[in-house]
């Protein structure tokens, strides 16, 4: 899925900077300066392009808060002394109790898989529990769901706001989701997927909370302490990105056959999917993998954002330790998540898997107030490499 990086659009909008006005009140303030005051003109050595040039050339990896490029821009001092404030106050405890959540789910999950045999696919080196059934299965929901909520909140997640709107398809989708009533008896078709734009692994905190979904992994998670039992009771679906061999069907083909199960069999895992394949700071959407869209069955899509005004909770161009620490230092955070309809395809946007996936981007794009880029992964690897050049 990470190959995929060119827009399915026939012609994409050029990334640009998201309106200032959109963000939440007391950041006005800080978007109109530029990242780095005295180093605007600094060169990178690696494209040997201005800091002014990167930011407007890989614009939806941009960080605008005041920790700057990377986390490691010049802090005022006001800011330092909440840093010092915090480091001694809420970073141990919520490391602590962040801990200590992730201890207990760990070891309900060992209670509940014991003497259980996880479902097992050799070839594609799959293992999961998430297909074992009864009291065992609910427990394992319910007290992930709990349980992520409460790590949220220890995060300083106190409230996430949540909204479901009631919005008006496209005409062909419309028709096409009322003959196929007509069809069903008046049972509604069952999801294949629940598909999110991706800003922070924090969005994985959410899902689990909100519905306790199957994610993708790279299979190297399914060996971590813990998380790895967790991720194994989630249904995680493993992939080896980097394989070529024609031994897998590689990600497309592995997710494909998952979202169909979960389409057809009400009892099989529903599937959480960030078709974009990357995380971006939140202002922009980049261009769908169809992978999520292969199996052509009805998905529901949801726009998550994180309104801030000190320090975004974006994971885009920081590395995964300082975000931790800023994350913990910061007294509150926000979180926003937009429920929109489910998307039943047209007969033509079964045909074309290409074509489903624009379109339910171009609703999420205007629902969630995005702007669409056609720039993806290798560009972010690019933008990374150019900024630790610079810092």
Same mark, same amino acid.
């Given at each position: 899925?990470?190959?995929?990086?060119?827009?399915?659009?026939?012609?994409?909008?050029?990334?640009?900077?998201?309106?200032?006005?959109?963000?939440?009140?007391?950041?006005?303030?800080k978007d109109?300066?530029?990242l780095?005051?005295?180093?605007?003109?600094?060169?990178?050595?690696t494209?040997?392009?201005?800091?002014?040039?990167?930011?407007?050339k890989?614009?939806a990896?941009?960080?605008?808060?005041?920790?700057?490029?990377?986390?490691?821009?010049?802090?005022?001092?006001?800011e330092?002394v909440?840093?010092?404030?915090?480091?001694?106050?809420?970073?141990p405890?919520?490391?602590?109790?962040?801990l200590?959540?992730?201890?207990?789910?760990?070891?309900?999950?060992r209670?509940?898989?014991?003497?259980?045999?996880p479902?097992?696919?050799?070839?594609?080196?799959?293992?999961?529990?998430?297909?074992?059934?009864?009291?065992?299965?609910?427990?394992?929901?319910?007290?992930?769901?709990f349980?992520?909520?409460?790590?949220?909140?220890?995060?300083?997640f106190?409230?996430?706001?949540v909204?479901?709107?009631?919005?008006?398809?496209?005409?062909?989708?419309?028709?096409?989701?009322?003959?196929e009533?007509?069809?069903r008896?008046?049972?509604?078709e069952?999801?294949?997927?629940?598909?999110?734009?991706?800003?922070?692994?924090?969005?994985?905190?959410?899902?689990?909370s909100?519905?306790f979904?199957?994610?993708?992994?790279?299979?190297?998670?399914?060996?971590?302490?813990?998380?790895?039992?967790?991720s194994?009771c989630l249904?995680?679906?493993?992939?080896?990105?980097?394989?070529?061999?024609?031994?897998?069907?590689?990600?497309?083909?592995?997710?494909?056959?998952?979202?169909?199960?979960?389409?057809?069999?009400? +009892?099989?895992?529903?599937?959480?999917?960030?078709? $974009? !394949?990357?995380? @971006?700071?939140? &202002?922009?959407? #980049?261009?769908? *993998?169809?992978?999520?869209?292969?199996?052509?069955?009805p998905?529901?899509?949801?726009i998550?954002?994180?309104?801030?005004?000190?320090f975004?909770?974006?994971w885009?161009?920081?590395?995964?330790?300082?975000?931790?620490?800023?994350?913990?230092?910061?007294?509150?955070?926000?979180?926003?998540?937009i429920?929109?309809?489910?998307?039943?395809?047209?007969?033509?946007?079964?045909?074309?898997?290409?074509?489903?996936? +624009?379109?339910?981007?171009?609703?999420?794009?205007? $629902? !969630?107030?995005? @702007?669409?880029s &056609?720039?993806? #992964?290798?560009? *972010?690897?690019?933008?990374?490499t150019?900024?630790?050049g610079?810092?």
């Amino acid at each position: 899925m990470d190959t995929e990086l060119k827009s399915m659009n026939p012609d994409p909008p050029k990334p640009e900077q998201p309106d200032p006005a959109s963000r939440d009140d007391g950041s006005n303030s800080k978007d109109d300066r530029p990242l780095l005051k005295s180093d605007s003109n600094r060169i990178s050595s690696t494209t040997g392009e201005s800091i002014e040039e990167l930011e407007k050339k890989f614009a939806a990896y941009v960080r605008n808060d005041v920790y700057g490029p990377m986390g490691r821009g010049e802090l005022p001092l006001a800011e330092k002394v909440l840093l010092g404030i915090a480091v001694v106050t809420l970073v141990p405890i919520r490391f602590v109790l962040a801990l200590i959540i992730l201890v207990v789910y760990y070891i309900i999950c060992r209670v509940c898989t014991l003497f259980s045999a996880p479902n097992r696919d050799e070839e594609e080196e799959q293992e999961d529990f998430a297909h074992m059934g009864g009291w065992r299965r609910a427990v394992i929901v319910w007290c992930g769901r709990f349980l992520s909520r409460m790590l949220l909140f220890v995060l300083g997640f106190y409230w996430i706001s949540v909204s479901y709107r009631d919005i008006e398809l496209p005409d062909q989708n419309k028709s096409s989701s009322q003959n196929e009533g007509k069809d069903r008896s008046e049972e509604p078709e069952r999801l294949g997927a629940i598909i999110s734009n991706h800003v922070s692994y924090l969005d994985i905190l959410y899902h689990m909370s909100a519905s306790f979904p199957s994610f993708v992994a790279k299979r190297s998670v399914a060996k971590l302490p813990l998380v790895g039992l967790i991720s194994k009771c989630l249904g995680c679906v493993y992939v080896q990105r980097e394989s070529k061999s024609s031994d897998f069907k590689g990600v497309s083909g592995i997710v494909t056959e998952r979202v169909k199960e979960s389409h057809e069999n009400s +009892s099989a895992p529903m599937m959480m999917l960030f078709p $974009e !394949g990357t995380t @971006t700071n939140g &202002d922009f959407l #980049l261009p769908f *993998k169809t992978g999520a869209f292969l199996a052509t069955a009805p998905v529901r899509p949801v726009i998550l954002r994180y309104p801030y005004q000190r320090f975004s909770p974006a994971w885009d161009s920081i590395s995964g330790v300082l975000h931790v620490f800023y994350l913990f230092c910061q007294f509150i955070n926000h979180m926003e998540a937009i429920w929109l309809p489910v998307y039943y395809p047209s007969q033509e946007e079964k045909d074309d898997p290409k074509l489903y996936a +624009s379109n339910v981007r171009r609703l999420m794009a205007r $629902e !969630g107030n995005l @702007t669409m880029s &056609d720039i993806g #992964l290798a560009e *972010k690897r690019i933008y990374h490499t150019a900024l630790n050049g610079l810092f």
